[in-house]
């Protein structure tokens, strides 16, 4: 256990139905990112937060794609209008500045399945 | 735009082997380097991690190395056990914002 949570672990949906996943950093953590990963490949960044403010979204995330981190504390990924090809697992990773470097911190994902 | 390639994409070792995962970056701008385990329908944990002023970290049985100028990376397994089954994945940061890159990752299997 890594200390950062995510709920639901598991999720389906029909298509076009909205969904919104919950990341729980580790709680002195200021660095809060999600990531997408698909059967068989590496996990590809979707966004990243600072504190409270979203410094960086990938072109990965279409406008149907929006996160939040109110207060820099936990985040919510929601997608809406779901699509069969947004079946994937969706990481959370959180991370500080701790002996010069920001190493990363993953909780144990989201597995969405779209029908 | 940096990419990153792990070969072997799959490796069958018999247990206690020694072996060694590579990982390549295209872009040596890097910040730091992570190596990370996932077991099959988990999420990734945190291997070692090594920056870009260092050249290798140890913990345990796992050795890992970073040659910047020539863009890769060496995860070194002493003894392999069967419970170091799993993919393990490289990646790289760049930049500020910390976001990582990651390899497809290597696939291991260690027969009893």
């Known amino acids: 256990d890594t200390g950062v949570s995510q709920n639901p672990r598991h999720k389906i949906t029909k298509r076009g139905q909205n969904v919104t996943f919950r990341c729980d950093p580790i709680?002195?953590?200021?660095?809060l990112y999600w990531y997408r990963q698909t059967l068989g490949q590496g996990p590809e960044f979707l966004t990243y937060?600072?504190?409270?403010?979203?410094?960086?979204k990938s072109r990965l995330l279409s406008d149907r794609f929006s996160a939040e981190r109110p207060k820099g504390s936990f985040s919510t990924l929601e997608i809406q209008r779901t699509e069969q090809g947004d079946s994937a697992m969706y990481l959370c990773?959180?991370?500080?500045?701790?002996?010069?470097?920001?190493?990363?911190?993953f909780g144990p994902g989201t597995r969405l399945t779209v029908t | 735009k940096q990419e990153v390639t792990q070969i072997p994409a799959a490796l069958s070792v018999p247990e206690g082997e020694n072996l060694v995962l590579n990982c390549s970056f295209t872009?040596?701008?890097?910040?730091?380097l992570q190596w990370f385990r996932q077991d099959p329908g988990k999420g990734l944990t945190s291997l070692l991690l090594?920056?870009?002023?260092?050249r290798e970290q140890t913990s345990g049985r796992l050795n890992a190395s970073l040659d910047k100028s020539s863009g890769r990376s060496t995860l070194y397994i002493a003894a392999s056990q069967p419970g170091d089954s799993a993919t393990y994945l490289c990646?790289?940061?760049?930049?500020?914002?910390?976001?990582?890159?990651f390899g497809q990752g290597t696939t291991l299997q260690v027969k009893p």
């Open positions: 937060f600072q504190n409270e403010a979203q410094l960086e």
């Open positions: 872009d040596s701008a890097i910040y730091n």
């Open positions: 990773a959180s991370s500080s500045r701790s002996s010069g470097s920001y190493e990363q911190y």
């Open positions: 990646a790289v940061t760049s930049g500020n914002t910390g976001k990582l890159i």
């Open positions: 709680s002195e953590h200021n660095r």
């Open positions: 090594i920056q870009s002023s260092q």
